[in-house]
């Protein structure tokens, strides 16, 4: 199966819900992929050839960060599939160690996202990783929290992207890949 | 590095907080754990061997259940490991299909998890995954959730235990593993 052939396969296992969380909006369900062995494991094999060289070596990264708690399941699948330590970015109040936190806007309110301060060390190199890329409010905020504690983000990976919602946009200095793409919504 | 040397290193990585989240509850923090290459590897080297038969073969199984969030992180890791589909079970109100709810009881109050109904078919050979084995009232419901969707449940695995508190008792009926144990709290 080629890359293709894979995405394709993956979007026909995703479970898309009309009108949630509200009207007009299609909700893309990704437990259908995950609860799939094939898809789960196409899933992985695309999230990990985007840490292939031209030259087929894999980048040079230190740990994955994922973000919660859909990007932990990735994340966890990655340093299964390929090894490296993950950092776990959180919802307020989960942490029990000094952290650092963060606050940004959302399209109505706000949130904040937290991450143990000794989670990562100056220079080391940072994979990030969601399940899906909306608007990127929350991946930015946490690509920020990152570089706070001076960790470098070398690449930011969703496993779907809907870029209707100009997410990309907001991530545009970093080196950005989605495995699929629902358009329209 | 035998299982004994794998075991004393994720110890060793753990970090301990006293008095958290109160008095004399000493918390064992695994991010400490997850962040680390190393310790991660071994942590899923050694879950992992948890699923080898006598004779060296790969136990027959569909999925791994995690149980929420940290749950996620290991199954995610152990399905990049040795491949398989990913249930997750999760807090109230976070999955967006039709569910099935449990409520149980802890020390101080109740709390729930969902699953959604066709996360699992009948028959289907299932693994829970969740970081630590304390009162054992998570797993239990987890557990419960799955058989009640005809699940069956043919190991539950943690990355630590803490015997004190006897949740291996609450789990009697499984096939339970844990990689550490941390007695005394």
New interface residues.
Partial sequence: MNHIEAANYLKKVT?S?ND??KKGII?R?L??I????K???LT?DLLSDCLMEKNEEVISY??FA?I???G?????????????????I?KPG????KKKRIEYKLEYGEDALEV?E???KPGERIIVVDDLLATGGTAEAGCKLIEELGGVVIKVLFLVELPDLNGRKKLQKYDLESVISFKGG
């Fill in positions: 479970r819900i949630f969380p909700f369900d437990t259908t995950f609860q799939d062995r898809a789960m494991k992985l230190d740990k994922g919660e708690a859909r932990f399941l990735l994340a966890g699948g990655l340093s299964g599939k390929m090894g490296g330590g993950i950092v776990m959180r989960k942490l029990p160690f143990h000794d989670a990562i």
